[in-house]
């Protein structure tokens, strides 16, 4: 009886000794902040689960060390550095208020954000934590690129400037005015005149290559993304008889200058 009562003591005595919530999350924490992966990893156990709140990529899931750890090392290559305040335990949950800062951040403007941080803490391994990021931290961030949107041009200025087809190896300008060229480097390839209507553009004159044949509708297409044109793209109505001015066009023309 005295022998069980003994171990049971050892016991008692042993899980007291143990090392407290606070200091796990304190040491897992400054190895973080130094860019210690090994040492932070050291903090959690086998299967620890790490949430992000929204994600920041992918479903903001990271499950066992390997996952954590190139979660971590994204961490460590922006120079991130992270604090913890107002901490509370319940039973084996440590929730605190976490303040996040890194290089990322600073080039999108933003000078850190904060959260909430709980975490569940046994046998001295941090089992799992959440972060869940505070709506006052998200209006920090900078609206997402919109959609890049295509639609029929709706006037000539829509599609006045110069543009580079690639596949040509051509630029193509057109003019407010209703003048066009054609041209690669210093060498112009053709020039003329052309009508707008209705998101049409109808060739009228050709001064070079389509000089017997300059008449020739084309449908145009502009995709724009932030309100600003990025490409062009025409679509052949009925017959164009002058066959270089048809494979030209072909594909997009990535807008280059006003």
């Given at each position: 009886m005295k022998k069980l009562t003994l171990l049971l003591l050892v016991v008692i005595l042993l899980t007291a000794c143990g090392p407290k919530p606070q200091d796990v999350v304190n040491s897992w924490?400054?190895?973080l902040n130094k860019g210690d992966i090994d040492a932070a990893l050291s903090y959690l156990a086998d299967d620890?689960?790490?949430t992000i709140v929204p994600p920041a990529e992918g479903d903001g899931i990271y499950n066992g060390h390997a996952e954590i750890r190139g979660w971590y090392e994204t961490i460590a290559a922006g120079k991130?550095?992270?604090?913890?305040r107002d901490c509370k335990t319940e039973g084996d949950t440590l929730t605190c208020v976490s303040t996040y800062?890194?290089?990322g951040l600073k080039a999108m403007?933003?000078?850190f954000i904060e959260g909430s941080w709980?975490?569940?803490i046994r046998d001295g391994k941090i089992q799992s934590y959440t972060f869940t990021i505070t709506p006052e931290s998200l209006a920090k961030f900078p609206p997402p690129p919109s959609t890049p949107v295509e639609a029929l041009a709706g006037s000539i200025n829509d599609i006045a400037g110069t543009w580079w087809f690639s596949q040509a190896g051509i630029m193509l300008e057109y003019k407010a005015d209703g003048s066009y060229r054609v041209f690669s480097g210093s060498e112009t390839i053709d020039e003329g005149t052309f009508s707008f209507n209705a998101g049409k553009v109808t060739y009228l004159t050709s001064a070079i290559h389509c000089a017997d044949n300059p008449s020739a509708t084309?449908?145009?297409y502009i995709t724009t993304q932030d309100g600003q044109p990025v490409w062009l793209r025409s679509q052949l109505v009925g017959e164009?008889?002058?066959r270089d001015r048809e494979d030209s066009g072909k594909g997009k023309g990535k807008f280059q200058h006003p």
């Open positions: 924490q400054a190895a620890t689960t790490v991130g550095s992270g604090a913890l800062a890194d290089e403007g933003v000078d709980a975490a569940v084309y449908e145009i164009d008889k002058c």
